[in-house]
């Protein structure tokens, strides 16, 4: 949402774009929240 | 300790932070006092008369980004977006600003929304293009400023920070680099010919997700003294309590960026065949021979700092490569 102020302008970001803004947590744990985002996300 | 060293990780943890006199404080005190005495009519202590116009405190933090910029001057602002803003004070009516075409969204809403408003045009382009660049400002009316982001935010463009700025200079435009995303962990503008750098103090330097904030720093006494006088003038001053925070979260920078480098490739590199997540954009034409194929090494005149340990990014774009196929997909992301 950050760049919803681009939306329908010449810098709009493609709509197949993902951000992730990764943090200093563990990896293990960033992986396992991805696993299940990913999993909520087609089901 | 921080004047002995140009460590930066040392630099990160002292810099701004002189004891202080009085009680041998290693950390500056949240000076919240909005009016400072005077021992006579404009005789100042310290340079100190009013808040808005200088804060201790955030003058500890202004030199803090000064010295982990190798810069001069540092400015600090209430937003990054008050910083942008008091960037283009500099600029006048019937000015043309020129600007990558993939800049924080909050950038170009100001410039397009806000600034083309008061008579100043902003052209985004793709400022990896150096001959465009060069067409740009070889135009008519050539821009007056040229604002690079790089990274950029989000499809971490890397624009050559020394080849832009000569072309500026040249046509005697100023070049600015917002360099949030990489932090001067990563990347100091200044040391590629860049006039001015730029940061979103929110993100990397205050760390924690607690604190809004924009910091400036640069070389230049003259664009110093024009942007101090727009920072008084225009008021977008932070708080005394959120320069603490800033500051209190620079002093960690090196140790997160560590560990936020370490966290992003590995968290790209992850995939799962549902979504079929593919390589960042901005890889497949990195051509970087090092080991975490980041496109900071790509500027082999090291236009980021790149040992093989740091250079790789803590925020990764992906592409939904079911998304690219199907508009149907089921795979969504805003």
Known sequence: MTHASVADSPLAVPASLVRLSVGIEAADDLQADLESAFAASVS | MAGMTDKFETLAVHAGAEPDPHTGAVVPAIQMSTTFKQ????????????????????????????????????LAYASGLAATQNL??????????LMSDDVYGGTWRLADKVWRRYGIETDAIDLRDLD??????????????????????????????????????????????DSTFATPYLQRPLDFGADLVLHS??????GHSDVIGGLVATRSDDLAEKLRFHQNAAGAVPSPFDCFL??????????????????????????????????????????????????ASRSAAGRMRHDGSRGRRACSPWRSRSARSSRSSSFRHR
């Open chain 2, 201 to 206: 103090a929110t993100k990397y330097l205050g």
């Open chain 2, 39 to 74: 021992d006579g009519v404009g005789e100042l202590r310290s340079g100190f008369e009013y808040g808005r116009s200088g804060n201790p405190t955030r003058i500890a933090l202004e030199q803090a980004i000064a010295t982990l910029e190798n810069a001069t001057h540092g």
């Open chain 2, 246 to 295: 800033v500051m209190r979260g620079m002093r960690t920078l090196a140790v997160r960026m560590e560990r936020a480098c370490s966290n992003g490739p590995r968290s790209s590199a992850f995939t799962t065949p549902a979504c079929r997540i593919i390589r960042p954009p901005s890889w497949s034409s990195a051509r970087c021979g090092c080991p975490a194929r980041c496109s």
């Open chain 2, 88 to 97: 283009l004070y500099l600029l006048e009516p019937g000015d043309r600003l």
């Open chain 2, 132 to 177: 465009a660049v060069a067409a740009a400002f070889a135009a008519d009316r050539p821009p007056k400023m040229v604002w690079i982001e790089t990274p950029s935010n989000p499809l971490m463009k890397i624009i050559d920070i020394s080849a832009v700025a000569r072309l500026a200079a040249v046509a005697g435009a100023i070049t600015v680099v």
